[in-house]
């Protein structure tokens, strides 16, 4: 199956089939490197967002590997069996909370004047988005993918995204909530630009804080959302 453009749908799972069946039938062999997040964006014709989501799935699967400051590489053992997905080193069993709030600490104390420019570009792609759930979602992604790396530990930006793909249900519903209440998702965009100016002044306490609070005003609207579904108990109904 040849790289290219992918068709609209589950994007990051069309796009981990293609590099799957590549490294399958050998295109890309054990030990060499991946084309980079944005080269493999141009050559799918998608978000950089969709291939880290991508690149995510594979290396769940023990296909493929990060080296830090490296980039991608395909696994020694890239036959994806259960052996191979048995070896491979599991996240520490922390919360997602406690996880996510971990890194905007230690971005915060180790993060460098390029991490912050880097942060604050992200910034600016969450304002374009801040109409558009799905476009918002992908932004958020990459951002919290360098929030992440700003912290200096690469298990951290592993545990990270895979943290946020099993939460992506829940903040497209938060995300939806958001618009629904308040028009567009300026209030994320608001909140992300604090924990960014946190960053910066090296405030780890406050950083915390901030990502703690825009965790529970998610949860807030996914609760908001649920409530307005048919059969939800109400606060009227409770005795």
């Known amino acids: 199956m040849p790289l290219g453009p992918v ?12 590099l799957r069946a590549q490294i399958e039938q050998g295109a890309f062999k054990p030990g060499e490197q991946l084309p980079g997040h944005r080269e493999l964006a141009s050559i799918f014709g998608v978000s ?21 400051g490296r980039g ?4 020694t053992h890239a036959d994806g069996s259960e052996s191979r997905r048995a070896a491979a080193p599991a996240l520490p069993p922390l919360e997602r909370k406690a996880i996510e709030e971990l890194i905007a600490a230690m971005a915060a104390r180790r993060a460098s004047a390029a991490h912050v420019e880097a942060l604050r570009r992200h910034i600016e792609r969450l ?18 993918v ?3 790396e700003a912290a200096g530990n690469r298990y951290l930006v592993q545990a990270m995204t895979e943290i946020r793909l099993l939460l992506k249900e829940d903040m497209e519903l938060a995300a939806e909530t958001a618009i629904r209440r308040f028009g567009d998702l300026g ?3 608001d909140s992300h630009r604090r924990l960014v100016d946190a960053i910066a002044g090296h405030d780890a306490d406050a950083a915390r804080e ?11 609207f996914v609760l908001g959302l649920y409530a307005l579904a048919p059969g939800f108990p109400s606060e009227a109904g409770k005795t």
Do not use: K
């Open 7 to 18: 068709r609209r749908g589950n994007l990051s799972s069309r796009i981990a089939d293609r």
């Open 48 to 68: 950089v967002g969709s291939v880290r989501e991508a690149l995510s799935m594979l290396i769940s699967e023990g296909r493929i590997e990060t080296r830090a």
């Open 72 to 75: 991608t590489f395909v696994a």
């Open 127 to 144: 304002q374009e988005a801040a109409s558009s759930p799905g476009e918002f979602l992908d932004a958020d992604l990459e951002f919290h």
């Open 146 to 148: 360098v929030l992440a």
């Open 187 to 189: 209030l994320g965009v």
């Open 210 to 220: 901030i990502l703690a609070g825009m965790m529970r005003r998610n949860h807030e």
